[in-house]
């Protein structure tokens, strides 16, 4: 899993592992908002049918940061 800002094109959050479930990635996805703070948008190159679970995994996390 590779977490880029799309501005500055930086890498600011890269997981490395065989497999990755929702959960792995809600995980490596949690701490962010508190080192980049709250993405405007969350874009996917995995298909359209991950991201909303994905995403409702990290943003409850973030709900409360």
Request: aromatic share 4%.
């Amino acid at each position: 899993l590779t977490v880029l800002d799309v501005y500055t094109r930086e890498a600011v959050c890269v997981e490395l592992q065989s497999k990755m479930n929702e959960h792995d990635v809600s995980d490596a996805l949690h701490p962010l908002p508190i080192k980049q703070g709250k993405p405007e948008v969350i874009r996917s190159d995995d298909g359209l049918n991950a991201l909303p679970r994905i995403y409702r995994l990290a943003v409850e996390g973030w709900d409360q940061t």
